[in-house]
């Protein structure tokens, strides 16, 4: 027997009817958050907020949560996509966590747009797939594996065919995270050699590396952006970034030293030389850095910071308005909200580029010293949970500390969604 849970504009106005609780009535949440560093940070959450939660915390509770947090893999899908209980995470969103399929919806996007700034964001990209270079079935039509891999890599071949100078370029599997697999390379052979040593990926991503990095202390870094989606569909970029940097300084020559090219902390904690005050910093120690190493005025500084953040926030409101319509890939739920975690760089120039967004971030990544970062986030959070799905009539204009919304459209109204188990 299938079930089927179907939105459409009754659907949505019912499921936002029936989390209408009233002031007087518990909330209960069941928090279910296996990572140590985050689940003292949730429930503190919940526990200090101004309205009730009941926080269930025993297995056997036989009460019905309201809410659920926990793992995607682990949440109750069957009553979430009836609408009976909202959830932590959208059910579909391959298109955002998979690099080939970002950069293929974004880039469908900017053909549409060719004027909106994402178009100025998004670093060339290549994707190959190698399923071809596995099938079996063209090698039983005598296809040698030599012949069937030259074919899936032809494309990033020709970025060094007849070429004067060779440009750097960086690949990534198309499904991993934490700067799993990432390698720069400058040469054809490098590439291949990569791809011949990790036959277990059969998709990655090759994008043009960004050559003249904006450094910090002369290291390179991204900047970790944590992103709120709400519903179907409001947005919101929390304020207080991240900055992380490489472990060793910039070397634009030494390709295969990956402690000076690749900034996630997740591939330098184990390093000796980790100090994690020197490589988590914030945007206001980006300032103070800039005044020092260019001389410029604390106002000035302030100005770039301010600007690089406007235009964080408003690629990160294109970059969902992107899935608007393509809910084979991207299907925001009416009863479901989730956290991402979206990398930025940033050239000499103060252009934002956008990296990758991650949903289910490694929130281990901020660290001890700047933990209390995260508790705002989490708090932030469950005040906007609270005020959407528990509150009567949510404010639309309500603003939330530290939150700024740079996406709000309503397309459970227009949107024909269907979500099957067989």
């Known amino acids: 027997?299938?079930?089927?849970?179907?939105?459409?504009?009754?659907?949505?106005?019912?499921?936002?009817?029936?989390?209408?609780?009233?002031?007087?009535?518990?909330?209960?949440?069941?928090?279910?958050?296996?990572?140590?560093?985050?689940?003292?940070?949730?429930?503190?959450?919940?526990?200090?907020?101004?309205?009730?939660w009941d926080i269930m915390t025993l297995e056997d509770d036989p009460r019905t949560p309201h809410l659920l947090w926990d793992?995607?893999?682990?949440?109750?899908?069957?009553?979430?996509?009836?609408?009976?209980?909202?959830?932590?995470s959208y059910?579909?969103?391959?298109?955002?966590?998979?690099?080939?399929?970002?950069?293929?919806?974004?880039?469908?996007?900017?053909?549409?747009?060719?004027?909106?700034?994402?178009?100025?964001?998004?670093?060339?990209?290549?994707?190959?797939?190698?399923?071809?270079?596995?099938?079996?079935?063209?090698?039983?039509?005598?296809i040698s594996f030599r012949n069937r891999l030259e074919s899936c890599l032809w494309e990033v071949k020709q970025l060094f065919e007849d070429k004067k100078t060779t440009a750097?370029?960086?690949?990534?599997?198309?499904?991993?995270?934490?700067g799993a697999e990432v390698n720069v390379f400058d040469t054809y052979a490098k590439f291949k050699?990569?791809?011949t040593e990790w036959t277990d990926i059969r998709e990655w991503v090759v994008q043009s590396y960004v050559e003249r990095?904006?450094?910090?202390?002369?290291?390179?870094?991204?900047?970790r952006v944590y992103v709120v989606a709400v519903g179907c569909l409001q947005v919101y970029v929390y304020q207080n970034v991240l900055l992380l940097t490489s472990l060793d300084?910039?070397?634009?020559?030494?390709?295969?030293?990956?402690?000076?090219?690749?900034?996630?902390?997740?591939?330098?904690?184990?390093?000796?030389?980790?100090?994690?005050?020197?490589?988590?910093?914030?945007l206001e120690d980006m300032e103070t850095i800039l005044a020092e190493d260019r001389g410029i005025s604390a106002a000035a500084a302030k100005d770039i910071?301010?600007?690089?953040?406007?235009?964080?926030?408003?690629?990160?409101?294109?970059?969902?308005?992107?899935?608007?319509?393509?809910f084979s890939v991207f299907q925001p739920l009416p009863n479901c909200f989730e956290v991402y975690g979206v990398d930025f760089l940033i050239d000499e120039d103060f252009q934002v580029w956008l990296l990758e967004v991650n949903p289910g971030p490694d929130f281990k990544q901020t660290g001890q010293r700047l933990q209390p970062l995260i508790q705002t986030l989490v708090e932030g959070m469950v005040d906007i949970v609270t005020d959407q799905f528990f509150t009567a009539v949510p404010d639309a204009a309500k603003k939330y500390p530290a939150f700024e919304k740079v996406y709000d459209d309503k397309w459970g109204a227009s949107a024909s969604m269907t979500f099957r188990e067989d």
């Open 168 to 178: 750097t370029w960086i690949m990534k599997p198309s499904a991993s995270n934490k």
């Open 249 to 282: 300084a910039y070397n634009p020559t030494d390709t295969d030293n990956k402690l000076s090219h690749i900034t996630n902390t997740f591939q330098q904690q184990d390093h000796p030389n980790f100090v994690e005050a020197d490589c988590v910093l914030l």
């Open 1 to 52: 027997m299938e079930d089927y849970w179907f939105l459409d504009e009754q659907a949505s106005a019912l499921a936002y009817k029936y989390y209408d609780v009233s002031a007087e009535k518990r909330v209960l949440v069941r928090v279910n958050v296996p990572c140590n560093y985050l689940r003292p940070l949730v429930l503190k959450a919940f526990a200090n907020h101004t309205r009730y």
């Open 91 to 142: 059910c579909v969103r391959k298109g955002l966590s998979r690099k080939a399929q970002l950069s293929m919806f974004l880039s469908k996007y900017i053909r549409k747009r060719p004027d909106c700034l994402l178009s100025k964001a998004l670093p060339t990209t290549i994707v190959v797939d190698l399923w071809d270079a596995f099938d079996n079935s063209l090698a039983e039509l005598g």
């Open 71 to 88: 793992e995607y893999e682990n949440l109750d899908w069957k009553n979430i996509l009836q609408g009976q209980v909202v959830a932590n």
């Open 213 to 223: 990095p904006l450094l910090l202390r002369k290291r390179k870094f991204h900047v």
């Open 305 to 326: 910071t301010s600007k690089m953040m406007a235009d964080i926030g408003a690629i990160t409101g294109e970059v969902f308005d992107a899935y608007r319509g393509e």
């Open 193 to 195: 050699s990569i791809i």
